[in-house]
């Protein structure tokens, strides 16, 4: 693929020629732009003067021609006579909401031609009405809750500000969601009110909520998946019984059981009808999909090559709601066959015991590997997308990495911590994630060989202005051993280049190299990217984008790898597809690079 670039020489050549020899046309098809677009204008334009900003987009909505207006591409008399009276009113009532309540309105209506009106709209505004007095408070039980105060004194309407009822309207219905949010479902305005003086040009506004009693989570009353016991469904529900009510726990709580994959359809309906000591019973129906699951796939990047794989999923095991899966992927580099159990803790659902086996076989330029592995994992939640895991792996690895052809056995316990933070796992607008582990052995568990390793990465996405994005990831990794690096299975050492690495140059071809000049791995790990993406319309985007890093023994010894190129993003359901052409920076003879991957790893 580096050749890539100078093979489609020739076919850019040859389109650049084509462009050339249809540049005529495109030159005609620029002169009759005008012209068409003339033809596909309405037969009546309407043009408002003396206002802007908001004020003047609500006039010209309030001025959309009615539908029998224009009928068949011609003007009606009659009923541009009708609209042209009403004017005058829908422009004031447009303007009201802004402070203005006085305003002037006149009307011109022009022939420029058969069939081609212009109606000239001229508003003069007028002084606008300003507030005299606001008095916004809170009563009840509820009165002195902070995060409801907090609404109180930001309320967006000051004395000597002009009157904006839209203003008005959007921070009376926060203030209430909010009420409800907390609990507080009895809550209503005893008092609501915008005292106007026209003449005066003064208003005053009296808003007062009254939050009445806070209510509580009652006892929640399941119905449907009689195959899953219910201390396992609890896992999903996101309140207990006695906490404050919430609707959006109640949202929580849904998109737990529909993210779990195992349930089609849950409806969540408090039972307010049946509230007793102000707390509120909750009515969960569940309604089950099939717990057996085959799922072929087929895919292609350009660090596996062309790929398939086949999924068996059972998730209600000895209907315990134990998962059993097991993976058969075929891949031109990567061959593997995994299973795994899962049994799910009962403290909340990212709490589960999971364990893996699996053999797997890797063939790439820089090394050759095939293993044996079995695992056992203790995982933990901590909420809000945080999850800690301790582990033990077992491993069996032969190995050939340059002249070296070995195999060790490992027994590797470990420590895993990660924590994600994306409301939008698809096509993102913020957010980041990062993930921490720490893994060592020592020949005294009865391994091959000892050392100490320490791996992190992570990423994020930071809007900017313009719906520009910039996306940042980074990864490192550390080894700590007390024998050479040639005791070290491959799968433990360090390597860098990529899709998901240092983009321009190949999958794993980025480390220190033996005498024969063979990459063998290394020690440590520092990559960093930079991508700067703009979206281009709802499901597409372009990227440019900047590449470091690489594998090295030692400080000393850093020979940063560089990448940079432009990329196209087409986001589906599984994730972007990601198509990326990169140039290596800073060698001799640069050689370009195509990348091709699916999903959010970036």
Do not use: C
């Given at each position: 693929m580096n050749d890539l670039f100078h093979q489609m020489k020739p076919f850019l050549r040859s389109s650049i020629g084509v462009f050339r020899s249809r540049a005529w046309l495109l030159a005609v098809l620029l002169l009759l732009l005008p012209a068409a677009a003339s033809i596909a204008a309405d037969p009546l334009e309407v043009v408002v003067t003396g206002v802007e900003g908001e004020a003047l987009a609500n006039v010209r909505a309030a001025l959309v021609l009615p539908p029998d207006l224009v009928r068949d591409g011609r003007v009606e008399p009659l009923w541009l006579e009708r609209f042209e009276r009403q004017i005058p009113e829908r422009v004031r009532r447009a303007l009201e909401p802004y402070g203005f309540y006085e305003a002037e309105v006149s009307s011109d209506l022009q022939v420029r031609g058969e069939n081609d009106y212009l109606l000239k709209v001229a508003v003069v505004p007028g002084e606008p009405v300003r507030l005299a007095t606001v008095r916004v408070q809170l009563s009840g039980p509820g009165e002195n809750e902070p995060r409801l105060q907090s609404l109180v004194s930001d309320f967006p309407l000051h004395p000597g500000e002009v009157l904006r009822q839209d203003l008005y309207e959007r921070a009376r219905g926060t203030l209430k969601a909010r009420a409800l949010d907390l609990g507080y479902l009895d809550a209503d305005f005893a008092v609501h009110q915008i005292l106007l003086q026209r003449r005066e040009r003064r208003a005053d506004i009296d808003l007062e909520l009254a939050t009445g009693e806070r209510y509580l989570f009652g006892e929640v009353l399941m119905h449907g998946a009689p195959d899953y016991p219910e201390r396992f469904l609890r896992r999903y529900i996101a309140f207990a019984e006695g906490d404050v009510f919430s609707y959006p726990r109640l949202g929580q709580t849904q998109l737990?059981?529909?993210?779990?994959?195992?349930?089609?359809?849950?409806?969540?309906?408090?039972?307010?009808?049946?509230?007793?000591?102000?707390?509120?019973?909750?009515?969960?129906?569940?309604?089950?999909?099939?717990?057996?699951?085959?799922?072929?796939?087929?895919?292609?990047?350009?660090?596996?090559?062309?790929?398939?794989?086949?999924?068996?999923?059972?998730?209600?095991?000895?209907?315990?709601?134990?998962?059993?899966?097991?993976?058969?992927?075929?891949?031109?580099?990567?061959?593997?066959?995994?299973?795994?159990?899962?049994?799910?803790?009962?403290?909340?659902?990212?709490?589960?015991?999971?364990?893996?086996?699996?053999?797997?076989?890797?063939?790439?330029?820089?090394?050759?590997?095939?293993?044996?592995?079995?695992?056992?994992?203790?995982?933990?939640?901590?909420?809000?997308?945080?999850?800690?895991?301790?582990?033990?792996?077992?491993?069996?690895?032969?190995?050939?990495?340059?002249?070296?052809?070995?195999?060790?056995?490992?027994?590797?316990?470990?420590?895993?911590?990660?924590?994600?933070?994306?409301?939008?796992?698809?096509?993102?607008?913020?957010?980041?994630?990062?993930?921490?582990?720490?893994?060592?052995?020592?020949?005294?568990?009865?391994?091959?060989?000892?050392?100490?390793?320490?791996?992190?990465?992570?990423?994020?996405?930071?809007?900017?202005?313009?719906?520009?994005?910039?996306?940042?990831?980074?990864?490192?990794?550390t080894t700590l051993k007390n024998e050479p690096l040639s005791e070290v299975p491959a799968s433990l050492r360090f390597f860098a280049g990529g899709d998901q690495s240092v983009r321009g140059y190949g999958y794993q071809t980025i480390g220190p190299r033996d005498a024969t000049g063979q990459v063998i791995g290394g020690e440590h790990l520092a990559v960093g990217s930079a991508e700067l993406e703009v979206p281009v319309g709802e499901n597409w985007g372009v990227a440019a984008f900047f590449d470091l890093g690489s594998a090295f023994n030692s400080v000393n010894e850093i020979d940063w790898a560089r990448g940079a190129g432009l990329g196209v993003r087409r986001y589906t359901m599984v994730g972007p597809v990601k198509v990326d052409i990169a140039r290596q920076i800073g060698v001799a003879d640069p050689a370009y690079r195509l990348h091709v991957s699916v999903g959010f790893g970036w």
């Open positions: 737990n059981f529909l993210d779990s994959d195992r349930f089609r359809e849950v409806i969540i309906t408090p039972r307010l009808d049946l509230t007793r000591d102000l707390r509120v019973p909750i009515n969960l129906k569940l309604v089950s999909s099939p717990r057996r699951r085959l799922r072929p796939g087929i895919g292609y990047g350009t660090d596996t090559g062309a790929r398939m794989s086949i999924n068996y999923r059972d998730l209600n095991v000895f209907r315990r709601g134990h998962e059993f899966s097991a993976d058969l992927g075929i891949a031109e580099h990567r061959q593997s066959i995994t299973s795994s159990y899962v049994l799910p803790g009962l403290k909340n659902m990212d709490s589960q015991t999971a364990l893996r086996t699996g053999f797997e076989r890797e063939s790439i330029s820089t090394f050759e590997t095939r293993s044996l592995f079995a695992e056992i994992e203790r995982l933990h939640g901590f909420g809000r997308g945080r999850i800690g895991s301790v582990y033990l792996r077992l491993l069996q690895e032969d190995y050939i990495v340059g002249l070296q052809d070995s195999r060790s056995r490992l027994i590797l316990p470990g420590l895993r911590y990660s924590h994600r933070s994306y409301a939008d796992p698809i096509r993102p607008r913020k957010g980041f994630r990062y993930s921490l582990e720490g893994r060592g052995t020592h020949q005294n568990l009865g391994s091959d060989t000892g050392l100490l390793q320490f791996l992190g990465g992570g990423n994020a996405v930071v809007p900017l202005p313009w719906q520009l994005k910039l996306l940042l990831r980074t990864q490192g990794g």
